[in-house]
């Protein structure tokens, strides 16, 4: 492992330990508001500040941290899910399934991603909880990001089923779904690995800018991208630099991420 | 020639019609419709009552309302903003070219920064280079447009220079793989072996046979630039089409999301498009 994996993969285990200790590292809960302690700076009770109603923003950078590291793999699941069914099924059986579904992957990925959540984002109910929004946001992220996971393995599977132990348990009389699942889906599980590492960043980003556009997760919930808000008041991120923490620890996060992936752009996106 | 004109032709025809009938639906579906604010008036007797909910009736069935849709959409009539209070058609034409020119520096300088600095790093081979143009795209990779967009906020810088950032690394990265890819084939090395020029290398022998991958990646670009629009536009404050839909989306306008969404998809199916036809001759000849 090169010494930028190993950096990397500290930094990932380091924010998950983070995030899984959040009960017992934050002194504060992330919905308390210290009146006498508004936008104050970092001391020893409130080691980021406090925002501008009074929280502890070292209580919500934690929570916040938990929020995006389990939602943004359970978002990953659901597509890599999607993306097993829609795209395994066009590579195994053919014909007219497989070419509907070339032109809807198509069609999803002419659509731009941001413009697309947007117009499903606002379907949602006006008064849909705090909590109910954390679990939407994400679980809209996981629907809508299924057309290119699907296209890759659509490809991986066709190429799969053309493959000679495909043809010799075909002609050992293996066939249908048992030849499905005992042949070609744990070959696809490299392929349906990958997708969902390679999701985990795009969702934690897509969060961030929804957040940021105000229809990410609802307050007082903490995410990271909620947190990010703050960074729009110029002056005040100079007068307390620890503002940027949050976006310091999604950086690392998603550049970690990005690191252990190897990302390479093979396709034109 | 004429076969794939035909084709592009048909597939951005397909976008339209699928991501009208898409549209339609979503705005059946929302809440709210149908509903004619006059059924609460109560100075309307019950016959008035009954004739407003009546004009409505042909909308509830899906078919009827999207061809209705379809027709006015053709006519150029994209439906009325309640909550803007103006004709869709009226404020897309005013925000449309504020769009388009961002996205046409954003996507352009985008992709201009990312071949560049891919060109020079595959041809130096020097690993300082190499180093530090792979942590400039990681780094802009890792970052969300909206907060690229923040940072050209604080420095007083227009815009569209984030799009060109949010755009640059994708470029960046598909460019270098396939450069890289391209410096270790077989005719490359013999063309240094023999001691070809390093210009001449770089540019008949490893550009020239991947630049139609590259010429791919224009229109990837702009659906990028569609996609980092809508942030950049709200933060910094620009009056295009991506700050109308968020202004639409907070407002739950679904007839301006829609008619946004629709456009978007059939400006960057059109984009591909037309990148794909401008190489076909290319592809032919090869």
Known sequence: ?269 | MFLVVVRQLRRVLLTTLVAGLLGATLVRLSPGFGIDEREMDSRLNRESQSAARAEHTGERNIGAFYLRYLDNALHGDFGYSLALNRPVAEMIRERLPVTLVSLGYGAGFGMLAGIVLALATVSAQSVPLNLISSAMSGLCLSLPAAVIALFFLWTGASGRWAIALAVFPHVYRYSKNLLTEARRSAHVMAAEARGVRPARVLLAHITAPVLPQLAAVAGVAVSLAFGSCIPVEVLCDSPGIGQLAWKAALARDLPVLVTITALVAILSVAANSFADLALAPWRAAK
């Open chain 1, 1 to 269: 492992m090169s010494i930028a994996k190993r950096i990397a993969c500290t930094v990932v285990i380091g924010a998950g330990m983070l995030a899984a200790l959040a009960g017992l590292l934050a002194r504060n809960s992330y919905a308390r508001q210290f009146r006498e302690a508004i936008d104050a700076r970092p001391s020893l009770q409130f080691p980021l500040g406090t925002d501008e109603l009074g929280r502890d923003r070292f209580a919500r950078l934690l929570w916040g941290t938990r929020v995006s590291l389990i939602l943004a793999p359970a978002a990953a699941l659901i597509t890599t899910l999607l993306a097993a069914l829609i795209g395994g099924s066009a590579g195994y059986l053919g014909g007219r399934w497989e070419r509907l579904v070339l032109a809807a992957t198509d069609l999803f990925l002419s659509l731009p991603w941001l413009f697309l959540l947007l117009a499903v984002r606002a379907l949602l109910p006006l008064n849909t909880s705090p909590y109910a929004s954390v679990f939407l946001t994400f679980l809209l992220l996981g629907c809508l990001g299924w057309a290119n996971p699907a296209r890759i393995v659509r490809s991986a599977t066709c190429t799969l089923a053309s493959s000679e132990f495909i043809l010799q348990a075909k002609a050992s009389g293996v066939a249908g779904l048992r030849l499905f699942w005992l042949q070609l889906a744990p070959n696809l599980r490299p392929v349906l690995m990958a997708q969902f590492w390679i999701a985990i960043p795009v969702f934690i980003l897509s969060e961030a800018n929804l957040a940021l556009l105000g229809l990410g997760v609802s307050e007082p919930v903490p995410s990271w991208g909620g947190m990010l808000r703050e960074l729009e008041n110029y002056t005040a991120v100079l007068h307390n630099p620890a503002m940027l923490a949050p976006l310091a620890m999604l950086v690392a996060v998603v550049s970690g991420l990005q690191v252990l992936l190897g990302t390479e752009e093979t396709s034109a996106c």
